[in-house]
């Protein structure tokens, strides 16, 4: 699998940028809009702040699900049994912000989300007629209003050599929303899997970012564009003592959205966060 980065100011960025998500689940973009000063902003005061005792205070609401996740309840990805080696924070407009760092990740996510909506749009301008008409909406009009789009700043802690065996920084996993967008990350180890299921290094370099189908657009899109199987590898010598910052924003249409005749995305995101072990099953 090659997934070649699209410049995003290039006449055919939105047919290129399309054509690899279709292919491949994933696009990566380079001269895109969003401020390389904010990231390195967020990427070093989010990491002071995971060092300190302060992230304790905003412990995670289990229905809101906003706030700080611990390593203790990290995510365990679906079909895997241990949980992954991170930390991280829920950021939503409505949700609790810490008051230890500045508002830049706050900022990041209204420019973020900005962007992430326009490559929304390429990706339905670009979506064939006959997979265009399966959309319940225009895939625009599902995040209009939406207050489930999510910033998560995530922490993976340096190793220590005590890791359970087995153990990965993100095991192999699908997201569960539409879109995702997420800046390289401090650090490289971002892998996707290809149709013979061998792995492949994802472009990251800094600067570059990193775009991927969430379930929810393969279902709405029949599959046409693949949640694609992704994960984070832990390093190896020197990189394996250095945290790793990153900060993907998953792009979430309303919970009312039709996504098929199976589901809607209430529906499908409760089903997912109980998969995840993030929310308890209704009694």
């Not at 609790?96 to 973020?112: C, F, L, N």
């Not at 971002?190 to 994802?202: S, T």
């Amino acid at each position: 699998m090659h997934i070649e980065p699209v410049d995003y100011l290039a006449p055919d960025a939105a047919q290129k940028f399309t054509e690899s998500l279709h292919r491949t689940g994933f696009g990566v973009l380079k001269n895109h809009p969003l401020s390389q000063e904010v990231l390195e902003t967020i990427y070093k005061e989010w990491y002071d702040f995971f060092q300190s005792d302060a992230k304790t205070h905003y412990s995670f609401d289990p229905e809101k699900q906003d706030g700080y996740f611990s390593p203790k309840v990290s995510e365990t990805a679906k079909g895997n049994t241990k949980r992954d080696l991170k930390e991280f924070y829920h950021i939503f407009p409505w949700g609790r912000y810490p008051a230890e760092v500045s508002d830049a990740a706050r900022k990041y996510y209204d420019q973020g989300a900005g962007l992430a909506a326009e490559l929304l749009q390429w990706v339905e301008e670009h979506t064939p007629a006959e997979i265009k008409a399966k959309y319940s909406m225009p895939l625009s009009d599902m995040i209009t209003g939406s207050e489930q789009t999510l910033l998560r700043v995530l922490h993976y802690p340096p190793l220590t050599g005590d890791e359970e065996t087995g153990s990965v920084r993100a095991a192999a996993h699908e997201d569960i929303n539409l879109l995702t967008i997420l800046p390289a990350a401090t650090q490289a180890g971002l892998q996707v899997q290809g149709k013979d299921d061998k792995w492949f290094d994802v472009p990251c370099d800094f600067g570059m970012l990193i775009v991927n189908i969430g379930d929810m657009l393969d279902e709405a899109s029949e599959g046409y564009y693949p949640s694609t199987s992704h994960r984070v590898m832990n390093p190896s010598g020197d990189e394996a003592k250095k945290s790793r910052v990153s900060l993907p924003l998953f792009l979430h249409p309303r919970l009312d959205v039709k996504l098929s005749d199976r589901y809607t995305a209430g529906e499908y995101l409760e089903e997912r966060l109980i998969e995840l072990g993030a929310k308890k099953p209704k009694q």
